[in-house]
T-cell receptor, first 114, second 115 residues
Framework: AQKVTQAQTEISVVEKEDVTLDCVYETRDTTYYLFWYKQPPSGELVFLIRRNSFDEQNEISGRYSWNFQKSTSSFNFTITASQVVDSAVYFCALSSGSARQLTFGSGTQLTVLP | DTGVSQDPRHKITKRGQNVTFRCDPISEHNRLYWYRQTLGQGPEFLTYFQNEAQLEKSRLLSDRFSAERPKGSFSTLEIQRTEQGDSAMYLC?????????????FGPGTRLTVL
């Protein structure tokens, strides 16, 4: 069975602060893929990143960075110098084994205050 | 590419009525997925098509739900005899097969309210 846990329900920061969103996953498969999506108030899920289980290299894309650690089954997401436009719900998701569907966490509501 | 589109964006219906939603995937995407999202939760998988074949269905997809993708392009999701518990956002996603896992791109969703 697959499971994704996002323990932080809501986070509030002031603009320009750094913020880290936590994601812990469970799967028995050795091959799996992890994703982050952003859901702004408009409601549409926007793809941010995909990582596979064989690539533990951290990734940086502009103000976004991701820390993948198999030892702790975590795939955390950091926004550096947050901006008001980053306010959204962020979802971590997992696809493993032969399953094509995504298993999502319950999301973290990020509010960036001006 | 034009993104995934869904129609209608909002639907209000009375309990017991049937409703049908449509999803148009990104062109050339051969995989299409339906998810349901309730308030405060992440999306939950309902069903998945590769071309016109429905390959997987969740146990969440009761007998009142049916999905089709007749020509491997657009898809429809029908809910018969709607119940108040069906109120949710219905999301469609598409992807292109070509690796071990595809990246799914989502549409704007159809918000269903059952009175």
């Amino acid at each position: 069975a697959q499971k994704v846990t996002q323990a932080q329900t809501e986070i509030s920061v002031v603009e320009k602060e750094d913020v880290t969103l936590d994601c812990v996953y469970e799967t028995r498969d050795t091959t799996y893929y992890l994703f982050w999506y952003k859901q702004p108030p408009s409601g549409e899920l926007v793809f941010l990143i995909r990582r596979n289980s064989f690539d533990e290299q951290n990734e940086i894309s502009g103000r976004y960075s991701w820390n993948f650690q198999k030892s702790t089954s975590s795939f955390n997401f950091t926004i550096t110098a947050s901006q008001v436009v980053d306010s959204a719900v962020y979802f971590c998701a997992l696809s493993s084994g032969s399953a094509r569907q995504l298993t999502f966490g319950s999301g973290t509501q990020l509010t960036v205050l001006p | 590419d034009t993104g995934v589109s869904q129609d209608p964006r909002h639907k209000i219906t009375k309990r017991g009525q049937n409703v049908t939603f449509r999803c148009d995937p990104i062109s050339e995407h051969n995989r299409l997925y339906w998810y349901r999202q309730t308030l405060g939760q992440g999306p939950e998988f309902l069903t998945y098509f590769q071309n016109e074949a429905q390959l997987e269905k969740s146990r969440l997809l009761s007998d009142r739900f049916s999905a089709e993708r007749p020509k491997g392009s657009f898809s429809t999701l029908e809910i018969q005899r709607t119940e108040q518990g069906d109120s949710a956002m219905y999301l469609c996603a598409s992807s292109r097969s070509g690796g071990a896992a595809d990246t799914q791109y989502f549409g704007p969703g159809t918000r269903l309210t059952v009175l």
